[in-house]
């Protein structure tokens, strides 16, 4: 999915980021937590932010992660009064804010700004919908497959043996993207590894069978272009 900074000229940038003010943020920190009031919008200059939904005793999903030229904190500033997600610094991260007064000043005086801003929130709330059919209409097994094929078209490399990803995966941080328990997708991984489907060599993962995850997933049937992480 194209970030959001990358679809705007250079004169629509100057228009959005006339009045921005830069942050930096260390890996772990919070940005803001759900329930809190809405009046910024964020753009990543470097880094990457994880915006997730708190599920209670100290379980939580990811709803998507975002990084360089992107934005994320528009579920709440075109929404509601509140953010409905919480963001936090998955490294440490250079960050833009423009409060709420000014985007919507900003898109008043640019209809193609707002535009741009209409395309990539619908596109958005797209992808995340199709990231909750996978997570809760196909069981456990489908969720962890989700996770996997987002994988493999954000950062995956086609080699002989398969699907090579590029970043390190760590059963943990599958667990946050869709609420389960770590042991259970510790369970699913391994056995698809006894099955021959994955493979697994210092913490980069091998999808040797993706038509298996497309037809756990139904894939053929879903009409999602934005299937990523």
Request: charged share 25%.
């Amino acid at each position: 999915m194209e970030p959001i900074l990358e679809r705007l000229t250079k004169h629509e940038y100057s228009i959005l980021m006339a009045n921005a003010k830069q942050i930096s943020v260390k890996k772990g920190e919070s940005i803001f937590e759900e329930g809190s009031p809405a009046d910024h919008l964020y753009f990543i200059q470097q880094g990457e932010i994880r915006v997730f939904k708190n599920l209670g005793a100290n379980k939580d999903i990811t709803i998507f992660t975002r990084s360089k030229n992107d934005g994320f904190g528009e579920i709440g500033i075109f929404s509601g009064a509140n953010y409905s997600n919480s963001a936090q610094a998955v490294q440490d991260s250079a960050l833009y804010s423009v409060t709420r007064h000014e985007i919507e000043e900003s898109m008043a005086q640019n209809g193609k700004l707002g535009l741009h801003f209409t395309r990539w929130v619908a596109e958005n709330l797209e992808a995340s919908k199709a990231k909750m059919r996978d997570y809760i209409a196909f069981g456990s097994e489908g969720a962890v497959a989700s996770v996997f094929v987002r994988y493999s078209n954000t950062c995956g490399i086609v080699t002989p043996e398969g699907i090579q990803l590029t970043d390190p995966i760590m059963i943990q941080d599958i667990s946050k993207h869709i609420g389960i328990s770590r042991e259970t997708v510790s369970r699913i991984v391994n056995k698809w590894k006894e099955q021959g489907i994955i493979d697994n060599l210092n913490k980069h993962f091998i999808l040797k069978d993706m038509n298996y995850f497309r037809r756990i997933l139904v894939c053929e049937q879903c009409g999602v272009q934005n299937c990523a992480i």
